[in-house]
């Protein structure tokens, strides 16, 4: 079988990082296409991965707008080349139309139910869905469920210790230390939904820094008085860096997942958090205790506070065992879904 995988964001490349060398290694061919967005590039040329670019990023909706049909054409182009038999991507409204134009399988892989473009555009195109158990929504006959979250792809332990022993000193990291994740809000499920200000910012490095050295890692540049905390390791090492972390805070949505997953004390802030937040974001707090979500930022501080004042590091990394004793690695789970179409 001939397989594209579309590739948006880092995490997509993780995501499928290890599916795809298991079809290789089960004599499928592979190819990625890339579109030159956030850091992703950066994290491909880093690991050495082949690819190819099927366009550029806009980050305002009429720039959006205008860039579709160019994206479409060099979509269309390549996938003629290649002739796939699956187009995979996490949930692209491009794969899953041209997938339809040139007679190709497409599976997507959402797990957010508020993204309107997904649910209304994208899953009535895709051959197959494919999300977490815990997803909120109901897609009928091409709906397929697995255990666990998406981030269990490339954060089982099993597969972290694949990639080395962790050395903070060798990536210039000094602990005891604090992870700050800030996005950019250029999605377009962002639209009329926030993170935190750059006020709110400095306010939080200004709590943390008596007890924890800050490392920030940031989509938008960081203004002048913030670079010296500008994390200085490189993209593909970020869940090695994260895995040394003894806190993470920030107003991402992915980030927010991995540190939990890796046992790191986590805080998820933004305007998403609330009584219609994400499914996985609900049970990473309420089931499995591996995730604050704080809409407000006074309750932000008080818990900041509670967690450098009294560590919890330990017990989250018993958390994260029991969490991973309970769903397992879902790679095998997914390989034999795409093999079965």
């Avoid at 995979?88 to 599976?107: D, N, R, T």
């Avoid at 099993?158 to 950019?184: Q, T, W």
């Avoid at 938008?220 to 869940?239: A, F, G, R, V």
């Avoid at 501080?301 to 989250?316: A, D, G, S």
């Amino acid at each position: 079988m001939k397989y594209i995988f579309e590739l948006n964001h880092p995490k997509h490349y993780y995501q499928f990082k290890f599916i795809m060398r298991q079809l290789l290694s089960k004599g499928h061919e592979i190819k990625v296409l890339a579109r030159n967005k956030d850091m992703l590039l950066n994290v491909l040329n880093q690991e050495n991965i082949d690819y190819e670019i099927f366009g550029l990023h806009r980050k305002n909706i009429v720039a959006k707008i205008i860039e579709t049909p160019k994206l479409l054409w060099n979509y269309y182009r390549l996938i003629k080349r290649y002739r796939p038999d699956i187009i995979i991507s996490k949930a692209s409204f491009y794969g899953c139309a041209i997938a339809k134009i040139v007679g190709a399988k497409s599976v997507i892989f959402p797990d957010s139910e508020v993204v309107k473009v997904t649910n209304h555009y994208v899953v009535p195109l895709a051959s197959l869905v494919v999300t977490p158990s815990t997803f909120g929504l109901d897609y009928g006959k091409k709906h397929k469920r697995v255990k666990g979250f998406f981030e269990n792809c490339y954060l089982s332990p099993s597969l972290m210790e694949e990639k080395g022993n962790f050395s903070s000193d060798n990536l210039g990291l000094k602990p005891p230390y604090a992870i700050l994740r800030f996005v950019g809000w250029y999605a377009n499920h962002d639209t009329k939904n926030n993170g935190l200000s750059l006020e709110e910012k400095k306010k939080i490095i200004h709590v943390i820094e008596p007890y924890m050295n800050v490392y920030i890692s940031s989509e938008k540049l960081l203004p002048e008085d913030l670079k010296i905390y500008q994390l200085p390791t490189p993209s593909n090492k970020i869940h090695q860096v994260l895995s040394g972390a003894d806190l993470y805070i920030g107003d991402s949505q992915t980030m927010a997942t991995e540190a939990a997953l890796l046992g790191v004390p986590a805080i998820r802030t933004n305007s998403f958090v609330g009584p219609n937040d994400m499914t996985n974001f609900v049970i990473l707090e309420k089931q499995y205790g591996l995730l604050k979500n704080i809409r407000t930022f006074d309750n932000l501080l008080v818990t900041i506070y509670e967690m450098i004042k009294h560590p919890k590091k330990k017990e989250w990394i018993q958390k994260k065992n029991a969490y991973f004793a309970h769903v397992g690695d879902i790679n095998n789970e997914i390989i034999h879904i795409l093999e079965s179409l």
